[in-house]
Each structure stands twice: as structure tokens, then as C-alpha cells.
């Protein structure tokens, strides 16, 4: 089958297409025949050799697939080869064939492109799983979302104003995407390249209140204003560091606001709990995609042997949305 591999690791010249074995899928996995896959900023991470696959899950990149499926692995029940299926997988995506578990698969909605579906699975799960089950968010609380425009941040805001709409959303977000994320119909939308400490705007904008749930990918650098901007008993749910993994905590404001700091990464959960996590989102999210309440927002598709443009999209943080790979 024809795949994206590495030439060791570095930056996107180590990344070229050749050719590998068709994997064969084990017991309780299916074949998918991959239609389209996404980039998504772990690949990067993965490809500057910092971020390695779970055990036993494959070391080529890719997180998502959308396909259909090939074959069918041992005791695998209601699901059958042809199937249009979307899928979380720990590695595998960025190839013509990849392996995934027939407990993370959901169907494609009818409508739905395989380039849309691509996008559905590593973000749109990852923030409902940290907005929802984790952070619990509820309709008429407020939330902040950092990083206006990316992938996962930009699925927060659309699963929002489809299952809790009456829920304010802050978002932070870059000058040039601030137009943008606007458009998406946010409550407000601050300059983060002018207001790196951003407590003071999110309480003025909640009358001092602060934010019930914050969703960060940052880390480090945002660990203060974050805590100033919760409210009482808010939560901080972390699912990255981009700007380092040290910072100072003023116990004393956490103890007496009773706020929660959670760490979180979907990847590298054990199987069953990602079942889990898929199946809520089958239940509660899904039946947005089929009605096209939600619709993944497409920033451009590029073709396998454009994986080096598509990668370097994502470093130069040029998307608003989703950065699409068609395989087929």
C-alpha cells in the first residue's frame, strides 16, 4: 500500500511516500480502507520524534480515518465490509489501508463527504470529551476556549453552540483569525498577541464571575490567568503545552475557589475508554453532523504526495479549521 513515512525525524523534508505491507487487522479490528485522514498538530510533534505512538499501535502518522471498511478482524459483530465508517486510530491514518477498533468506529452520516468525515473523530471528540465529560460543561454556563481557529478549538465552539446554546464562549485568538472565529457566532473574542493576561477581559465580560470551564492547549504560560479567570468551583481541563510544562500555582486562590485543574490526552487511553468516550459522542454529537447543524470546517485538502505543504500549513499556522489529506 502506498504510505507517508519518515526518513528519521526532523522537520517536513524527512517526510516522503513509499510503499509498506497492508496491515492486517486483529481480533476485535477492522481493514479501512482510507478515503482521507487529517494533520493534526501531535503529528508534527510525532514526526520531530517527540511524541511516539502507544504500544502496539502503528509509528506511521495520522490519528483519523475516514474510509470504508476492507475486512473484518476476528468477533467482529455489526459492522460489514463496505461500510462507510469514520475512526479514531493511534497511528496508521496517513496510508491507502489502516487498522482501527470496531468499538471506535461510527458511520458516516449520509451526505457527508469522506474529506468531512476525515475531520470529525481526533477534534470534535477531543473537545467534547474535555468540554462535556471532563470539564461538565452545561448549558447557560461560560466557557473559554483558547486558540481561535485551530482544529480542536474551533469543533469546541461549534459543539457548544449546538448542544449548550446558551452558553457564552470566550475565545482567544490570533489577529489575523480574530475576523474569523467572530463569524462563528462566539460571545467575545480576545486579541492574545495584546492581552496576554486575559482574567481582566474575562471577568468584566462575566461581571467578575469568571469562566465555569477552561479548555487550554498552551500550558505553562497560561496557568495564572487561567486560574484568575475561573469562577467558583470552575475547571481548567489542559490537553496541551506548547508553551512549556513549568509554572508557579497560587494554591491558596484554588483552595478557596474550589477550582479544579484536570490533565488530559485521548490518544494513548486504553481502548475501552475510548469506546466509551465514541459512543457518548455517537449519542450526543453525531446526530449534529447528520442534520448538518455541525459541518467541519475545511480549511484546504491536499493529496498524499502533498503531505510536506500540508505539514507545513500546520507549522506556519496558516488553517482556520481543518488541514484535509485525500489518500484515494
Known amino acids: 500500500m502506498k504510505a ?11 517526510l516522503k511516500v513509499g510503499e509498506l505491507e497492508t496491515p492486517v ?28 505512538p502507544p504500544p502496539g499501535d502503528s509509528e506511521i502518522l495520522g490519528l483519523e480515518v475516514a474510509g470504508t471498511i476492507e475486512a473484518l478482524g476476528a468477533g467482529v459483530a455489526g459492522w460489514k465490509v463496505g461500510d462507510r465508517v469514520m475512526s479514531l486510530v493511534g497511528g496508521g491514518a496517513y496510508a491507502e489501508y489502516a487498522v ?12 457527508m463527504s469522506f474529506e468531512e468525515a476525515a475531520c470529525v473523530c481526533e477534534s470534535y471528540i477531543t473537545a467534547f470529551s474535555n468540554l462535556f465529560m471532563i470539564g461538565g460543561l452545561k448549558d447557560n454556563n461560560t466557557t473559554i476556549i483558547h486558540g481561535g481557529g485551530g482544529g480542536v478549538n474551533m469543533a469546541g465552539v461549534q459543539l457548544c ?39 481582566e477581559a474575562v471577568k468584566e465580560f462575566t461581571n467578575k464571575k469568571g469562566a465555569d470551564v477552561i479548555l487550554d492547549h498552551v500550558g505553562a504560560k497560561y496557568l495564572a490567568p ?24 497560587n494554591l491558596a486562590l484554588m483552595m478557596v475557589k474550589r477550582q479544579q485543574i484536570i490533565g488530559s490526552v485521548l490518544r494513548s487511553r486504553p481502548v475501552k475508554d475510548k469506546a466509551a468516550i465514541v459512543a457518548e459522542f455517537t449519542k450526543t454529537a453525531l446526530p449534529k453532523f447528520a442534520d448538518r447543524t455541525i459541518v467541519p470546517i475545511i480549511e484546504q485538502v491536499f493529496t498524499i504526495d502533498q503531505v510536506v505543504e500540508a505539514h507545513r500549513m500546520m507549522e506556519e499556522d496558516k488553517h482556520f479549521g481543518k488541514i484535509v489529506l485525500k489518500i484515494q
Open 161 to 199: 453552540k449546538a448542544l449548550v446554546p446558551n452558553t457564552k464562549i470566550i475565545v482567544t485568538a490570533h489577529p489575523s483569525k480574530i475576523e474569523r472565529v467572530k463569524g462563528m457566532g462566539v460571545d467575545l473574542v480576545i486579541d492574545y498577541t495584546t492581552t496576554p493576561d486575559f482574567a
Open 100 to 111: 482501527a477498533y470496531a468499538s471506535h468506529l461510527m458511520p458516516i452520516p449520509e451526505g
Open 4 to 14: 507517508v513515512l519518515m526518513d528519521g525525524f526532523g522537520g517536513v523534508e524527512v
Open 25 to 52: 487487522p486483529g481480533e476485535g479490528q477492522v481493514l479501512v480502507k482510507v478515503y482521507a485522514t487529517t494533520v493534526n498538530r501531535p503529528d508534527l510533534v510525532q514526526r520531530e520524534g517527540k511524541y511516539p
Open 226 to 249: 487561567n486560574m484568575n479567570s475561573l469562577a467558583y468551583a470552575g475547571r481548567l481541563v489542559i490537553i496541551g503545552i506548547i508553551s512549556g510544562i513549568k509554572a508557579e500555582l
